[in-house]
């Protein structure tokens, strides 16, 4: 009985602690994005070298980048730009709401950030992201069990095919499919807040635009851009400047989850 009871506490010492701890979901070089390079942004180290740019994606402010950054953090919303030198093996960031986090770029497969090259960071609550990695084992497990007619293309009279093979790693996945609401609320800490139901809300993404219809303050289309499991949203006719983002994962057959930048979830459906 103690043994248990041992057992629980422990269980319950670590979700409490990885519920103040960031984790590193990806680290990718993004060799389309020359931001790296613009005389404007570009950064040299003592010896003249170019920079890295890493573009960091957080829910929390960075207060401190430790070991090899060159200059100021530079914050663009969600998105915060650091810039290091070649020779920087790894760097740790301390934060506003959440423990310092150390970050090995040979753990993700880079010995260093090369110069002129700009790099993406995805940090997501380390909590979320375990219970993230046992909702896609779940998912992988029921997929290899399944038979072939879990895969269908349904059409709902809106001439747009509907993927329900889609995993979730990735806005693509949902592209030309509607997404209704069906629940939503305030998200903090990792944590679903003032849930309340709505229908007639609903998203679609074609052709890099987010139609987003049905809601309160009325139908709007937005400029998107994807980034994996992020989206960046800008209404049409304005700057693109991308403060808001999103970021959605698939909880199972009939449910997407979606949380932003701004503090909100939504459950949504095909």
């Keep these: 009985m103690n043994k248990l009871k041992l057992t629980i506490l422990f269980l319950f010492m670590s979700l409490a602690a990885s519920a103040q701890r960031l984790a590193v979901e990806s680290l990718k070089l993004r060799p389309n994005d020359l931001s790296a390079r613009n005389v404007k942004n570009q950064r040299h180290d003592l010896n003249g070298k170019p920079c890295a740019l890493l573009k960091v994606m957080v829910l929390d402010d960075i207060t401190k980048c430790s070991s090899g950054n060159i200059g100021d953090i530079v914050t663009e919303g969600p998105v915060k730009l650091i810039f290091i030198t070649s020779a ?16 090995n770029f040979a753990d993700y497969g880079y ?124 209404p049409k006719g304005k700057a693109p400047s991308y403060v808001k983002w999103i970021r959605i994962e698939r909880r199972d057959d009939n449910e997407i989850f979606t949380y932003d930048n701004l503090g909100t979830y939504r459950y949504l459906r095909f």
């Design 111 to 234: 010995k260093h950030l090369e110069g002129n090259s700009t790099y993406e960071l995805n940090l997501v609550d380390a909590q979320q992201m375990m219970m993230g990695n046992g909702n896609s084992q779940n998912a992988n497990t029921a997929q290899q069990t399944s038979t072939a007619t879990t895969t269908q293309n349904v059409d709902r009279g809106n001439g747009r095919s509907l993927r329900r093979d889609a995993t979730g790693t990735n806005w693509s996945d949902y592209e030309n499919n509607k997404l209704s609401l069906f629940k939503y609320g305030g998200y903090k800490d990792g944590k679903e807040l003032n849930t309340f139901f709505g229908s007639g809300e609903y998203m679609l993404l074609h052709n890099g635009v987010l139609e987003w219809n049905g809601r309160q303050d009325g139908n709007t289309k937005y400029n998107a851009r994807v980034s994996g499991n992020v989206i960046y949203i800008t």
């Design 88 to 103: 920087t093996p790894s760097i740790e960031l301390s934060f506003k709401y959440h423990y310092p986090l150390t970050i």
